[in-house]
């Protein structure tokens, strides 16, 4: 970092040990750094707030008491404190921990804390009025081996200036959300014996910074099976929900299915796999990872800082991110899951035995490419996604069995989504329909899609059946 910058600190901490005294403790914080020359409009602030030298303000909040800030610099952090502890302790020593390692790595003039902690704000207060003669000694009082260390703190940061100021708990702060969420990290982290506290500085952007999924994995859930896997060097995620607003586990009621594979694994959801293997409770045929979560800011910040201790798992092999938020849940059979399952594998031997073929027709597999029935090609070969006119999508023209058949694709339903569409047309997709003969009086159809180094096969396995 930057030695010259003289920063100003707003610090959300937070202390974490439920039940207090008897099981593991944790303190997190959260905040931001800012210099003189900071004073100017931010865009990378979370949703509605404003950044500002009073925290997080939502815009009822602002007045002239507080001034918007760019921060130059962001702060998480995690420190785990063992067992037996309690709540206040956690609280205090969060406020302690953080105050000594900004101290001891940057230039400061002040330092502002907010905590939903009125234990806090009030030893603060009281050590303060008696710096000097310690007179609070004589009292017999808990923690009191902490109030020394603060006051330690207090007369070591010399000129420095440091604000303790309250803030409302599990409310709408969200800065104080974060470092609740953390402070549960730390807790966790506690209880697996973990004593190493870690903290992070984030130089730039923090709250806009995001992992954007390949188009063939922008979608509301991806699944693995936890017992079976396949044999071929490659890398195959399950694809068994699209819609948006489809419960994480849950069937969906127009849902694609289909696999995404990939010649590398995919980094971020490898860490989420192997969390899964490694706790996972019982035999569960398979487990359904939400990928809005995975893929979320949220979730990026807090796996860079805690790599897999930003996991928990409940009862029943839930995996959740800092105990909040599903991010992966485990299914039973039969039903969808052995079914899916099942009908996927196939469609993966079907994948591998047309990759390479196009506008064949075996008699068994007919492969078409309609790419540009979905893209216009552009003089610079580049492909623009045709106008909706064609919603709710196109319709392909096969002859099968001597007969012509029209084949209706529904966007988002058994075929991509246009939203997905026009990201692959981006990287110069190429779009197939594969059509296999189901039975004696029917043929199944699939899209197959090939860019970018990962390829994918989709279908809706209610509906895609053409009738002879």
């Known amino acids: 970092m930057d030695e010259d910058n003289e920063y100003s600190a707003v610090m959300y901490t937070d202390g ?139 007369n070591a940061i010399g000129t420095l200036t440091l604000t303790i100021n309250k803030v409302k708990a599990h409310g709408t702060a969200i800065g104080n959300n974060v470092a609740d969420r953390l402070a549960y990290a730390a807790r966790e982290m506690a209880d697996q014996d973990v004593t190493t506290k870690i903290h992070r500085l984030y130089k730039g952007k923090y709250w806009k910074d995001k992992v954007t999924p390949h188009p063939l994995f922008n979608f509301k859930q991806i699944y693995f099976n936890l017992g079976i896997t396949a044999d071929t060097g490659e890398y195959l995620y399950v694809i068994m929900d699209h819609p948006k607003d489809v419960e994480t586990g849950k069937k969906s009621p127009t849902p694609l299915f289909g696999i995404s594979v990939t010649k590398e694994p995919v980094e971020r959801l490898g860490k989420v796999i192997d969390t899964c293997k490694r706790t996972a409770k019982g035999n569960h045929y398979l487990t359904a990872i939400n990928l809005g979560v995975v893929y979320s800011q949220e979730h990026l910040k807090m796996t860079e800082l805690l790599d897999t201790h930003a996991y928990s798992v409940a009862k029943g092999g839930r995996v959740t991110l800092l105990g909040e938020a599903n991010v992966a849940v485990p299914i039973t059979p039969p039903g969808l899951a052995q079914g899916a399952l099942i009908r996927t594998l196939d469609m993966y031997k079907l994948y591998k035995t047309c990759v390479g073929k196009e506008d064949t027709d075996d008699g068994v597999v007919k492969i078409l490419d309609i790419t540009t029935q979905l893209y216009t090609v552009t003089d610079k070969g580049k492909l623009l996604l045709k106008a909706g006119q064609d919603v709710p999508g196109p319709v392909v023209q096969v002859t099968l069995s001597g007969k012509v058949i029209d084949i209706p694709l529904v966007y988002g339903n058994d075929i991509l989504s246009r939203n ?49």
Request: with cysteine; glycine share 8%.
């Open 16 to 154: 974490s040990c439920v039940p207090s005294g008897r099981w593991p403790a944790g303190g997190g914080c959260h905040g931001y750094l800012y210099t003189a020359d900071d004073y100017r409009k931010n865009g990378d602030k979370p949703n509605h707030y404003t950044v500002t030298d009073k925290g997080y303000l939502e815009k009822h909040e602002l007045g002239p008491h507080a001034k918007i800030v760019k921060p130059t610099l962001y702060y998480n952090a995690v420190y785990p404190y063992g067992t037996n502890s309690t709540n206040n302790r956690a609280e205090l020593l969060a406020v302690i921990d953080t105050v000594n390692i900004l101290t001891a790595e940057l230039k400061l003039s002040r330092i502002d804390i907010y905590t939903d902690s009125m234990y806090v704000i009030n030893v603060h207060k009281m050590l303060c009025k008696d710096l000097v003669t310690k007179s609070w000694r004589s009292a017999d009082k808990p923690n009191m081996d902490l109030w020394e260390e603060l006051v330690d703190m207090l």
């Open 420 to 468: 997905q569409l026009l990201k692959l047309g981006a990287g110069n997709a190429t779009i197939r329909l594969v059509v296999n003969r189901y039975d004696a009086k029917s043929f199944e159809y699939y899209i197959l899609v090939e860019t970018d180094g990962v390829s994918g096969i989709y279908g809706n396995y209610y509906i895609n059946k053409v009738f002879l």
